[in-house]
């Protein structure tokens, strides 16, 4: 069974910084090219950044570029989403996903960025 279960997510003040981790488990997690997507109150899913399996290629929605840093540790079956500068509008349900699969699996980590 595919299993994903993310962390990290908090309360932090604007400008300030967060890192998500990812936990994959139940497939082999190094053959998988990974993203990170996330949903805002009241709104749908979205895109956030994407990365290959090998590590080698990232991408990022153009809201997040230049703040947002996509990783991951294929050893031990992590993800990781580094997230600074934040802003208020980046206050979401972060999910980290297969980027085969057309929606997350897991339960998502709430980051909420407010003074």
């Known amino acids: 069974e595919v299993v994903l279960v993310e962390s990290g997510g908090g309360l932090v003040q604007p400008g300030g910084s967060l890192r998500l981790s990812c936990t994959a488990s139940g497939f082999t997690f190094s053959t998988y090219p990974m993203s990170w997507v996330r949903q805002a109150p009241g709104k749908g899913l979205e895109w956030v950044s994407y990365i290959n399996s090998s590590g080698g290629g990232t991408s990022y929605a153009d809201s997040v570029k230049g703040r947002f840093t996509i990783s991951r540790d294929n050893a031990k079956n992590m993800l990781y989403l580094q997230l600074n500068s934040l802003k208020p509008e980046d206050t979401a349900v972060y999910y980290c996903?297969?980027?085969?699969?057309?929606?997350?699996r897991g339960q998502g980590t709430q980051v909420t960025v407010s003074s």
């Open positions: 996903q297969r980027s085969v699969d057309t929606r997350p």
